[in-house]
Structure formats: structure tokens, C-alpha cells
């Protein structure tokens, strides 16, 4: 059953996908707009159908050569307990402290936690980190027109 589990997860998202844009079809007929409420749930929708085929593709041909292995792995409660109160604080300091600074540090903790001690290079984390949280904010901002909590930087940006 294992070696399906990429075309099964694949199904199931292009059935996701497609209940998506069936739901986000009539608020465009609506609203008789191209762009509107229904558009981000549109794209979103087609997005989810791609990538669900893709995923079910390669699932296909994945099973084919399946081999069972079993590997190592090692059970981090620390790092998952580390995630968790990271993610409440973020919760709680976004209004506060600011959507930049807050996921900036976010998202560098992520990216730490997640990269193995061996391969972690701090300044790439750290450039990576600075580039993607000010790509989302300016697309959220500037192309969405959402705001995003300013916090502390409030008057600066």
C-alpha cells in the first residue's frame, strides 16, 4: 500500500482541487468581474489540479520500480516542542511586533530546526529568510492590496 501513497495523495488533492474551482466558479459568475473575490480561489484551484496530476504521474511510475526499505529515523520531541511554542508566539507577537520582523524570525527558526546540523549555512538560511519574508510582503501588499500588521515598524514601511 506504501508504494501507491503518492498516487493516492495525488487523488485525493485533484479531487480537492476540483472541488475548489467548482465552489469558486459561481462567485466569478457573480460578480461578472475577471478579477474579483473568485480569482485567487481560482488559480489556487488550478494550481492544486497541476500539481495533484504531477504528484499521481509520478506516483505511477514510482510504484513501478518500489522497492521496501525501512529507514533510520530519529525522533526529535525537542525540536517539535521548539516548533510549537515558536508557532503560538508568532500568533501572538504578528500585530505587535510586525509582520516583517515576526516571520523573519519565524521563518529563520524554521529553516534552522529543519536543515540538519551537518549542512546548516546560517548565512544562506539568513539570506533566504530576509528575501522570501519581503517577497511576501510585497506581493501581498502591493499586488493583493492586503495589509499586513506594520507593529514596531509602523510609520517606517
Known sequence: MK????LITGAVSLL??????????????QENNLI???FLPEIVSVIIIALSLKLMYDGFRAAQDYEE??????????????????C????????????????IVFLFLTFCL???????NYLKLGALTIVSVFLIYFI???????RLPAGILKGII
Open 88 to 103: 503560538i508566539l508568532y500568533a501572538e507577537l504578528l500585530k505587535p511586533v510586525g509582520f516583517l520582523i515576526t516571520s
Open 36 to 38: 474579483g473575490a473568485a
Open 114 to 120: 529543519m536543515t540538519k546540523k551537518e549542512e546548516t
Open 3 to 6: 508504494q501507491y501513497s503518492d
Open 140 to 146: 501581498f501588499t502591493k499586488f493583493f492590496g492586503i
Open 16 to 29: 480537492i482541487g476540483i472541488a475548489l474551482l467548482a465552489m469558486s466558479i459561481p462567485i466569478g459568475i
Open 69 to 86: 526499505t525501512v529507514p533510520e529515523f530519529v525522533k526529535n520531541y525537542k525540536g517539535a516542542a521548539v516548533m510549537m511554542v515558536a
